[in-house]
């Protein structure tokens, strides 16, 4: 994979940037939409593919990007395939900062040192190429605007623009609420991305991992002394709340 293209991960960390603070938005579900970018990624690039619910690698050959390469390595050893839900709902700690150091290497953006309250040191991260992020957002602009059916690549973005709450930041008020659910809609253009963003919503509204159990039939019981079924690794059991529900906000 060359480098003249930037990843889906950088894109969407870099429509997460506010121009004016140097902060992301929606930090916390913004984890979970990098994780769930990478798989999107890999899948652009020929290395997974999707399986049902789950994720399988078709191809273990690097990619030539370190970070995702790492993501595509931990895929491998699982040995068969993973649900997608299980894969994002896993610890991803540093992956954001990860991806603001890799942009800053790049000089896509530059890291400004200030404090919070006056005591506590904080990093904030501004563009600086302003025009990158214009184009980004002009492609779902576009898309939301014209009604052609966007690229893979562009229709990925806007499912995990959605799915990680950011439509609030890029269309805010009640004049963004079309836009918003226009951008909602792309969904349904690119099976991966869309297969990664009901994922991710998954996972932010605890939705439990392991499929549901076929109800026993009538006059049996569950075998004395048997346990009930472990959450699955990484995400909490909690009671359903449909894959459809809104992202959570930070």
């Known amino acids: 994979m060359g480098r003249s293209r930037r990843t889906l991960p950088e894109e969407l960390l870099l429509l997460a940037l506010d121009p004016a603070t140097g902060t992301t938005a929606q930090p916390q579900s913004l984890d979970l939409g990098l994780a769930g970018a990478q798989l999107v990624e890999l899948a652009l690039a020929g290395r997974i593919a999707p399986d049902g619910d789950r994720i399988a690698v078709v191809v273990p050959r690097p990619t030539g990007d370190p970070t995702l390469d790492c993501a595509l390595e931990l895929l491998r050893r699982r040995g068969a395939p993973v649900r997608a839900v299980n894969w994002i709902g896993g610890p991803r700690l540093g992956l954001r900062q990860t991806y603001l150091s890799h942009l800053e290497r790049c000089g896509m953006v530059h890291a400004v040192a200030g404090q919070m309250c006056g005591v506590l040191p904080t990093t904030r991260y501004q563009a600086t190429d302003n025009e990158i992020s214009r184009e980004i957002r002009g492609r779902l602009d576009s898309a939301i605007r014209t009604g052609v059916p966007p690229d893979p690549r562009t229709a990925a973005l806007a499912a995990l623009a959605h799915a990680v709450g950011l439509g609030k930041h890029l269309y805010p008020g ?77």
């Open 174 to 250: 009640n004049e963004g609420r079309s836009s918003r659910s226009r951008l909602r809609d792309l969904i349904r253009h690119d099976p991966m991305g869309g297969l990664v963003a009901h994922a991710v919503m998954d996972v932010q509204n605890g939705v439990a991992a392991q499929p549901r159990r076929s109800p026993a039939p009538a006059g049996r019981q569950a075998a004395p002394g048997s346990r009930p079924p472990e959450p699955a690794r990484g995400v909490p059991m909690q009671p359903h709340r449909g894959t459809m529900a809104r992202a959570v906000a930070h």
